[in-house]
């Protein structure tokens, strides 16, 4: 009878391909399995909500130091003040960069809280870069409010 010599080789060289494809497969997921695990602990957790702060209106006593900011908080965590920064049109600034505790400042802004912001001699935490000014009709002001979270919001007002 006759025997019939079948040729290994070619079968030797797809099951090898196979298996390394199986192994590098393998590999992967369990590297990125171990990164997961591992950069998890390292990376910070990504963000509970943001703070988002609108301006709904704004209000100067007759003092012309001391203007109020009503606020509305329309982002998904609450929001509460640490200091601001009142700029005029030529570049002097106040600077209020320790806010006191409850009740003299906000704790939490929700929808309409109205935010004292006093400048010049109504303000005695207050610093000054430049010459000192007063709120006057037709200038224009930035604020610069800074929350807690370290966020800035910038509004450009004009008495």
Not at 30 to 53: K, Q
Not at 106 to 124: E, K, Q
Request: glycine share 8%; with cysteine; charged share 10%.
């Amino acid at each position: 009878m006759f025997r019939r010599h079948y040729d290994r080789k070619g079968l030797d060289t797809i099951i090898a391909t196979l298996l390394l494809v199986v192994i590098v497969v393998v590999m992967t997921v369990i590297v990125y399995s171990w990164s997961l695990g591992a950069f998890g602990a390292i990376l910070p957790a990504p963000p509970t909500g943001r703070e988002i702060l609108t301006i709904e209106n704004q209000g100067f006593d007759g003092s012309n130091m001391k203007l109020t900011l009503y606020l509305r908080n329309t982002g998904s965590t609450p929001t509460t003040l640490a200091s601001y920064y009142v700029q005029d049109q030529n570049g002097n600034q106040y600077a209020r960069t320790t806010w006191a505790v409850p009740p003299t400042s906000p704790a939490s802004i929700v929808n309409g809280t109205g935010v004292f912001l006093p400048i010049n001699n109504a303000c005695s935490s207050c610093t000054h870069t430049g010459s000192g000014f007063q709120f006057q009709t037709g200038n224009s002001y930035t604020i610069t409010l800074i929350t807690q979270k370290n966020n800035q919001f910038s509004f450009t007002i004009i008495r």
